[in-house]
């Protein structure tokens, strides 16, 4: 299995900016790279949304529309990490943001995803 850790959460003022990071730990037999990385986030009563995704390689990207020119995703396969940089952030960015991974083919849908961390709170001010 993959173990995914989230980190990077907190408080902020809108308008400011939050780097979410992502560690994994693969003891699957599979290197992380072999991993699409996705990245969703649940308000309070709310569904899971989808945020943004990477390929394998880095070399496809995905955002959703509320997300898109404000947040950048990235990975290092190097040292296991995903990251999500969020800019401009606004008070509906609010939500808990979860990492989550799944084998090669990005995907912007939840039950396609294999490995699930444990979410990292965000909260952004007006």
């Known amino acids: 299995q993959v173990q995914l850790v989230e980190t990077g959460g907190g408080l902020v003022q809108a308008g400011g900016s939050l780097r979410l990071s992502c560690a994994a730990s693969?003891?699957?037999?599979?290197?992380?790279?072999?991993?699409?990385v996705g990245w969703f986030r649940q308000a309070p009563g709310k569904e899971r949304e989808f945020v943004s995704a990477?390929?394998?390689?880095?070399?496809?990207?995905n955002y959703a529309d509320s997300v898109k020119d404000r947040f950048t995703i990235s990975r290092d396969n190097n040292k296991n990490m995903g990251y999500l940089q969020m800019n401009n952030l606004k008070p509906e960015d609010t939500a808990v943001y979860f990492c989550?991974?799944?084998?090669?083919?990005?995907?912007?849908?939840?039950?396609?995803?294999?490995?699930w961390g444990q979410g990292t709170q965000v909260t952004v001010s007006s």
């Open positions: 989550a991974a799944r084998f090669f083919r990005l995907s912007t849908t939840p039950s396609e995803y294999n490995f």
């Open positions: 990477i390929s394998w390689n880095g070399g496809t990207t």
């Open positions: 693969a003891a699957s037999g599979r290197p992380f790279s072999n991993l699409a």
